[in-house]
């Protein structure tokens, strides 16, 4: 678990626990990924990209363990649109459609959950705006560089095509840890660079 959430956000670990994990906070010095993260910075309070390459080197030394990448990957984005498509019924109950649709986006799994299926009504010719808010700490599509960049801080994920803020990037500790990694889903990207998406970074507030 990341360090600043595994801090910031007690009770996520004790449910854990009660199903029976062991949860460290991350980085730890239980692999030579966050051994050498680290060594550089003693005080590091963690990160998504930190805790995946923990993960991925973690998974990839044990026979029995596989490790799924998230958020960021096609096939994530393509079974969180349950959440579009089920507000898009709900909406047709109350004969209704949005003029905007507005989400958090990090990785880009919450974005692309609510978006993407409002977005093949946009490329048919509906008119309504898609609008990724990421926070101002973080700002990975308004501030960062469309490159191949790695998917964790170490570079032992394959290369992905993506706006980012560059895998070494340290977020600060904001309380929306989902909201603090340095890229963005290769789709969400593609289409923000294509201007058929919008993005702002705002200041987060409060717990989101």
Same mark, same amino acid.
């Given at each position: 678990m990341v360090k600043i959430s595994y801090e910031q956000k007690p009770y996520r670990r004790s449910l854990r626990k009660?199903?029976?994990?062991e949860v460290f906070p991350s980085p730890t010095d239980m692999t030579e990924?966050?051994?050498?993260?680290l060594a550089q910075h003693p005080d590091s309070q963690g990160s998504l990209g930190i805790s995946?390459?923990?993960?991925?080197?973690e998974a990839a030394g044990r026979d029995d363990t596989n490790y799924a990448l998230g958020s960021v990957l096609n096939h994530v984005l393509l079974h969180?649109?349950?959440?579009?498509?089920? =507000?898009? @019924?709900?909406?047709?109950?109350?004969?209704?459609?949005?003029?905007?649709i507005f989400?958090?986006?990090? /990785?880009?799994s919450?974005?692309?959950?609510?978006?993407?299926?409002?977005?093949?009504?946009?490329? =048919?010719? @509906?008119k309504i705006d898609l609008v990724a808010v990421e926070p101002s700490s973080c700002p990975t599509l308004t501030? /960062?560089?469309?490159?191949?960049?790695f998917g964790d801080t170490i570079g032992l994920t394959p290369l992905m095509k993506m706006f980012t803020l560059g895998h070494d990037f340290m977020p600060p500790g904001i309380h929306a840890g989902g909201l603090r990694y340095h890229g963005d889903s290769a789709l969400v990207s593609q289409l923000y660079k294509e201007g058929l998406i919008d993005?702002?970074?705002?200041?987060p507030t409060g717990n989101i």
């Open positions: 009660t199903w029976g994990a990924a966050d051994r050498t993260i995946i390459s923990e993960a991925v080197e969180q649109t349950i959440i579009g498509l089920e =507000a898009k @019924k709900q909406l047709e109950m109350v004969g209704d459609y949005p003029d905007m989400a958090p986006c990090g /990785g880009g919450n974005f692309g959950g609510i978006a993407f299926p409002f977005f093949a009504d946009k490329a =048919a010719g @509906k501030k /960062g560089v469309y490159a191949y960049d993005a702002m970074a705002a200041p």
